[in-house]
Each structure stands twice: as C-alpha cells, then as structure tokens.
C-alpha cells in the first residue's frame, strides 16, 4: 500500500508549486486542468508501474490526493 506523501510528491512534480491537502479538491477548484490529468497518468503509470485505463479516467478517481491514492492501491491489487 502507498502512502499519500507519494501522491502529493508526483502532484507537485506534474504541477510545480501544488501543495494540495489530502482531500483538497483539485479539480472543480481548478487546480487541476485535463492536461495536467494526463501527465499525472503517465507519472503514477510510470512511478508504479501501473496500467490506467480508460475506464479509470473518471473525475472521481483524481478528485483529490486520497482519491489518487485510492485508485492507485487499487490498481496494484488487480
């Protein structure tokens, strides 16, 4: 299980100067367009070598950092 600090770390590698708080909104607010969703992706793809499909792509699942992070240690246990 990953820890929400590996989350909040790629979130400001994808986006530079977000410090969001785990259950911050990041989308609705904003802070988070769907360019920087796709590069999130790619990132958390890349970073635990997972496989995010489409069907993944819901707002739901990149709402905030926990949602984030939800989804990826789901993803692993699939």
């Given at each position: 299980m990953?820890?929400?600090e590996?989350?909040?770390a790629?979130?400001?590698e994808?986006?530079?100067?977000?410090?969001?708080?785990?259950?911050?909104e990041?989308?609705r607010?904003?802070?988070?367009?769907s360019?920087?969703?796709?590069?999130?992706?790619m990132a958390?793809?890349?970073?635990?070598?997972l496989e995010i499909s489409p069907v993944?792509l819901?707002?739901?699942n990149?709402?905030?950092?926990?949602?984030?992070l939800?989804l990826?240690?789901r993803?692993?246990?699939?």
């Amino acid at each position: 299980m990953h820890q929400i600090e590996e989350i909040l770390a790629i979130l400001e590698e994808v986006k530079p100067g977000l410090h969001p708080a785990p259950d911050e909104e990041l989308i609705r607010s904003g802070k988070l367009e769907s360019i920087d969703i796709m590069s999130l992706t790619m990132a958390l793809a890349e970073e635990f070598d997972l496989e995010i499909s489409p069907v993944d792509l819901k707002e739901e699942n990149f709402r905030t950092a926990a949602d984030i992070l939800r989804l990826v240690n789901r993803l692993e246990e699939e």
